[in-house]
């Protein structure tokens, strides 16, 4: 399963059993999970959970969108979620459309947010011996500027950056998936 422990329902187990890689542009769609995808709410994802926390659980629909390829998709939804996480999975999108400008725009609006320090601790770890990633090993905090900027670079020059760049995105989606989930169940 791509996020961390969490058990989840049966839908969202199925949309995650497959493990997935994300480029870090706009990808092709995984028409395998369109179907499933397009059954999914926050009713049905969280059937038998008990939602607490709408938003939360709308951004989880963004992020299961946007985990199998679908931005446009992805994007509707977060665009409505008016919150600084929805605003998160807004930036998440447009980075990966890529609008880069666009994504600087939502992450001004998210501010500090609770998954950045445990994602600058695996950042920190994943970016290796990556001569282009090397200030992710010596930062005193997140930034999602900065991260932004690498992203950009590494899509044009699709060299070794773009592998720890693909890594880094997949771990960022895994820690603010689970943020999400435990904060749409009240955990």
């Known amino acids: 399963m791509a996020a961390g422990a969490l058990h989840y329902g049966p839908l969202i187990g199925e949309l995650l059993r497959e493990e997935r890689l994300q480029p870090l542009g706009p990808g092709s769609p995984n028409q395998a999970a369109k179907e499933r995808l397009a059954k999914l709410d926050v009713s049905s994802a969280f059937v038998a959970a008990g939602v607490r926390d709408r ?6 629909c963004a ?3 946007l985990y199998h390829d679908f931005l446009d998709e992805s994007h509707k939804l977060s665009q409505e979620i008016a919150t600084p996480t929805g605003s998160y999975w807004h930036g998440l999108m447009h980075r990966r459309e890529p ?5 600087k725009y939502w992450f001004r609006r ?24 090397a200030f992710l090993r010596t930062q005193k905090a997140w930034d999602p500027f900065a991260f932004i900027d690498l992203c950009e ?15 880094i995105q ?9 943020y999400c989930y ?6």
């Open 153 to 167: 670079e590494a899509a044009k020059r699709r060299g070794s950056s773009e592998a720890v760049c693909r890594k």
């Open 99 to 103: 609008d880069y400008g666009n994504s």
């Open 170 to 178: 997949q771990r960022e989606w895994q820690l603010l998936f689970d």
């Open 182 to 187: 435990r904060q749409a169940l009240g955990q």
């Open 55 to 60: 938003d939360m659980a709308s951004c989880c």
């Open 110 to 133: 998210v501010g500090e947010h609770p998954v950045f320090e445990p994602l600058h601790q695996a950042a920190a770890e994943l970016a290796g011996a990556e001569p282009q990633a």
């Open 63 to 65: 992020a299961l969108w």
